[in-house]
Each structure stands twice: as C-alpha cells, then as structure tokens.
Nanobody, 111 residues
Framework: QVQLVESGGGLVQAGGSLRLSCAAS????????MAWFRQAPGNQREMVAR???????MYGDFVKGRFTISRDNATNTMSLQMNSLNPEDTGVYYC?????WGQGTQVTVSS
C-alpha cells in the first residue's frame, strides 16, 4: 500500500520561507519521478517542481529560483524548500508520484 504524507505547511509572512516534506511508504522516492503540485482556490492544480529517477529537477515558471526540490533516499522522503514566498504561493501543496497523491498541506502567505 502506497502512502504519501505531506507536512511542513503553515502561515508565513511574505518574504519568508517554509520547508515541506513528503514521507513515502510503499514506494521508493529514488525509483520514480516525484513531484510537488499546488492548488489555490478557484485555480487548477499546477506543477511546482519535480525530480526524476536521474535526480534531474524541473520547476514551474513561477518558481524563478526560489524553491529547491530534493529527496533523501535514506529516509525515503522528498522535500521542497521554499524561499521568498509571496501571497500568490498560497494554496494546498501535494506530493505525488506515478498515480499516487498525498492529502496535501496548506501553505498560506500573508502580505
């Protein structure tokens, strides 16, 4: 049984930072492409960042160098370090791999 559990969301002021984590079980983060998506109210879900089997990272255009995706094979977790947050980054952030999705973690950035 595959489970992806996100943590690390919260309320932060504009310009601040958050680090999201995704704990995986039943699936190896090193064996599959792992990704972060987000969804703001009224908006479609969009890709934030992804890291593939070869550890190549790709980011949404809006990231502009502010976020870093990483994975820790020893703990089987994936992380997203988010810096210079702005109110437009507010939304629910989801961890995903293949067809599996976590329950999401809320990120709220106040102006």
């Amino acid at each position: 049984q595959v489970q992806l559990v996100e943590s690390g969301g919260g309320l932060v002021q504009a310009g601040g930072s958050l680090r999201l984590s995704c704990a995986a079980s039943g699936i190896s983060v090193s064996s599959f492409t792992m990704a972060w998506f987000r969804q703001a109210p009224g908006n479609q879900r969009e890709m934030v960042a992804r890291v593939d089997y070869f550890a190549n990272a790709m980011y949404g255009d809006f990231v502009k160098g502010r976020f870093t995706i990483s994975r820790d094979n020893a703990t089987n977790t994936m992380s997203l370090q988010m810096n210079s947050l702005n109110p437009e980054d507010t939304g629910v952030y989801y961890c995903t791999s293949h067809t599996y999705w976590g329950q999401g973690t809320q990120v709220t950035v106040s102006s």
